[in-house]
Each structure stands twice: as structure tokens, then as C-alpha cells.
């Protein structure tokens, strides 16, 4: 009889309460290896105070979550980057005063291994180690095409380009669970397929998870293999893309009324 393979991330019954308001109740979602699950929902749904319960910006009040089996409930956010969860956010942060390349580098600073004693020296190893995670970095840029960029600040790229620099960053930390906080919005057309090319590729290359909020509907019907959707912190329904668009919930919690109205259309 084969292994049954434990989900990668594993979130029963998760809430938090803000004085006497729920903003999200009784949340479950499994998410299995290198597997791409969308969470959707109106604005205000809850949908990023999600991402920050799974990152340790709040803490639950209620239930618990598993990274790889690991409960995750009580750890820090440096902790859970530590463990293997890494995001983007709805607000780019970058180092916005550092280069391309620096801000990749700076993500990889938790898998160095040489000594204050090796760094204030200058040793054999630190210089090693340092010319690897520079080959890394480098490596990371290229696959979201931005290798030609390694020197320019990193506020003077495009809004398009500064979007994938985020995402290296977060591979540069090596996780096993990547969060994608509305990745696309602000993009054109152009970007957001290149983008959604860029997703292909790192699920493919790194064999990573990914739980994605956005509000493209055309991007999340292209690239998610399971959506769940929220609306007021509570799930009101999860399925494949063709479930969720003819889902009577889902399209009165966006339009108010039973008809879709191409609400999942391309333009």
C-alpha cells in the first residue's frame, strides 16, 4: 500500500476575533505539494487577514495550522519564514534604496552559515559563501526576467518588474508554501501574462505550493486548480474553477443577484 502523502499546509478551523468583530471563523483549507489553490472573495472578505494569520503577523484565536505536519499556532513571522512560508504583499515592500540583486540577497541571509569571526575577516568560506548566494540570487532574477536588472535600484524598476523582484525575493528563502497577495494587481495585460508564465515556471522548477489571492478572475480560472471563496471571514465555497463560476453563493456575494454576468470574462 503507498504512503499517504500529508498536505503541505494543513489549516483547521481557524479564526480571529477584533474586540467583539469575526473576521474570520472556522476557516479549513489543505493545500498538497506543488499544488496552486486560489482564495477569493469581495474586498473585505478576510482574504489578507488569512495570509496573516498563516504568517504569524496575528495570532489565532482560534483553531490551528500545520506546515508539513509542524503546527505553526505561536510562532513569529521570522519564525514561520524560518519553517517555510514566505509571501508578497497587496503593497509592494521592497528595499526600495537597494539594488535588484541586493534585495534577493537579503532574503538569503538566514541560510548563511559562516561566523561573525568569518565576516569580520574576510575568510575563505565567507568569500565562498558569498559568491554562491550571489550565483543564487542571480539565478533567481533570471527566471522572473529580471537578470539584466541586478544593478538598478530597486524604486526605479517599473511596477510590473517591481512586482516580480518581490516574488524572487520570497524564492530566495527557500520556503515550501508561497503566498501571492494579489500579484497581478496594477498590471496590464502583458504583465499579467507574463506573470502568470513566471508562476508556471517556479511551481514547476521548485515544486512548491502556492495559495493565491486575486482579483483577475481570468488569471485565477487560468492557473488554479482548486478555488476557495470567502465572503464576511467564512467560506461560502471551494471547488474547481467551473464550480466555483456557476456557484449561486459566489456570484451573489459578488453582484448582489443570481446571475453571473460575466463576471469570470477576460476583458
Given at each position: 500500500?503507498?504512503e ?29 505539494e506543488?499544488?496552486l489553490?486560489g ?23 482560534e ?5 508539513n ?16 512560508i ?8 521592497l ?29 575563505k ?42 516574488i ?38 521548485f515544486?512548491i ?8 478572475m481570468?488569471l ?9 471563496v470567502?465572503?464576511?471571514g ?22 448582489g ?11
Amino acid at each position: 500500500m503507498s504512503e499517504v502523502k500529508k498536505p503541505v499546509l494543513e489549516v483547521k478551523h481557524l479564526g480571529i476575533t477584533f474586540g467583539g468583530l469575526k473576521a474570520v471563523d472556522d476557516f479549513c483549507l489543505e493545500i498538497g505539494e506543488s499544488e496552486l489553490v486560489g482564495l477569493i472573495g469581495p474586498n473585505g472578505a478576510g482574504k489578507t487577514t488569512v495570509f496573516n494569520l498563516l504568517t504569524g503577523v496575528y495570532q489565532p484565536t482560534e483553531g490551528t495550522y500545520y506546515l508539513n505536519g509542524l503546527k505553526m499556532n505561536g510562532k513569529r513571522t521570522h519564525q514561520v519564514v524560518r519553517s517555510g512560508i514566505a509571501r508578497t504583499f497587496q503593497n509592494i515592500r521592497l528595499f526600495k534604496k537597494m539594488t535588484v540583486l541586493e534585495n534577493v540577497i537579503v532574503a538569503m541571509n538566514m541560510h548563511m552559515s559562516y561566523s561573525l569571526f568569518a565576516s569580520v575577516f574576510r575568510s575563505k568560506k565567507f568569500w565562498r559563501e558569498e559568491a554562491e548566494i550571489e550565483k543564487r540570487a542571480r539565478e533567481l532574477l533570471e527566471i522572473v526576467h529580471l537578470e539584466d536588472k541586478a544593478d538598478y535600484i530597486a524604486e526605479n524598476l517599473p511596477y510590473g518588474q517591481q512586482r516580480r523582484l518581490e516574488i524572487a525575493r520570497a524564492l530566495a528563502t527557500g520556503m515550501k508554501l508561497l503566498l501571492l497577495d494579489e500579484p497581478a494587481a496594477g498590471m496590464n495585460p502583458t504583465e499579467t501574462a507574463e506573470l502568470l508564465d513566471i508562476i508556471h515556471v517556479i511551481r514547476k522548477k521548485f515544486q512548491i505550493s502556492v495559495l493565491l489571492i486575486e482579483h483577475d478572475m481570468s488569471l485565477v480560472m487560468k492557473v488554479c486548480e482548486r478555488i476557495q471563496v470567502i465572503d464576511y471571514g467564512i467560506t461560502i465555497a471551494h471547488g474547481t474553477a467551473e464550480e466555483i463560476a456557476n456557484h449561486p453563493e459566489v456570484i451573489r456575494a459578488y453582484l448582489g443577484k443570481e446571475e453571473s454576468e460575466d463576471l469570470y470574462a477576460d476583458n
